[in-house]
């Protein structure tokens, strides 16, 4: 069994410093008919039209404190162009997982799809399916600049795979598994992973409850920083962070 080289126990973790929405609704009663081009523009939030667009960019320069004004415009206008991919059924108010998927895997190298998930479900605060512009702002501005704090509480979330607080056995094991690339030899490969569990437990479980809450999954973090990431890579990696930035900042939109 070989181990992922960005899962929590490789050979270089110590070494190394960097490291889909609903259908839409049937037609038939109920759904209003389609309206011509015109009128569905004027239906569009408030937030895409000239003078909606510089309220919301100001508002989120207040907001997504890690970016300039010229910065949050740039991801509203990327923003924009996410929109026109997305389904009709979000009228202009946002896109979808498949989308999203699609624009962090492009961009960031994702490739995880237990990982996307989360972090669509992450960025997804109202958790309407659907990625509005404020989520899109305020969640890049940590996955790209935010603090270690805002970083840890990013990333435990991710691993938190029911929302009670604390990190399970359980789901380490869910999230670990996608980390682990199986020869054919091996016969058990679960096994390989519950190891995996049992190390980060021994690790990382500081009251020694089976189980993380946020404030082992601190210690843990501030004793060392690449255990960040221990189940799973839910963050770009330096390189592509630098490429989108450099590519998305590059011009400011007129």
């Given at each position: ?6 899962s ?50 100001d ?7 890690h ?21 009709s ?6 896109f ?17 799809d237990a ?11 109202d ?6 512009v ?10 790209l ?5 805002e ?22 094991f869910?999230?670990l ?6 020869q ?8 390989g ?13 500081y ?5 993380l ?31 989108f ?10």
């Open positions: 069994m070989r181990v992922n080289t960005r929590l126990f490789c050979p270089c973790v110590c070494l190394c410093p960097t490291r889909p929405c609903g259908p839409a609704a049937p037609p038939g009663r109920g759904r209003p008919p389609a309206l011509p081009r015109q009128r569905r523009q004027e239906r569009l939030p408030a937030a895409m039209s000239r003078k909606g667009r510089k309220l919301v960019v508002s989120l320069t207040r907001s997504a404190k970016f300039t004004k010229s910065e949050v415009e740039c991801l509203v206008k990327l923003f924009d162009t996410l929109v026109a991919k997305a389904s059924q979000f009228a202009g108010a946002g979808d997982r498949t989308v999203f998927r699609d624009t962090l895997y492009n961009a960031f190298g994702m490739t995880d990982v996307l998930d989360r972090v669509f479900s992450t960025f997804d605060k958790n309407t399916g659907c990625i509005t404020e989520e899109w702002v305020e969640g890049l501005a940590v996955l600049r935010g603090t270690l704090e970083k840890m509480k990013y990333c435990f979330a991710i691993y938190d795979l029911n929302g009670d607080g604390y990190i399970s056995k359980e789901e380490m869910q999230m598994k996608h980390s682990l690339l199986i054919p030899a091996d016969e058990e490969p679960d096994e992973v519950k190891d995996l569990v049992e190390i980060a437990l021994k690790k990382m479980d009251d020694h409850d089976g189980k809450s946020f404030t082992d999954f601190e210690k843990a973090v501030r004793d060392e920083n690449l255990l960040l990431e221990a189940f799973g890579p839910c963050l770009p990696d330096i390189k592509s962070s630098m490429s930035e450099q590519k998305i900042f590059r011009e400011t939109p007129k």
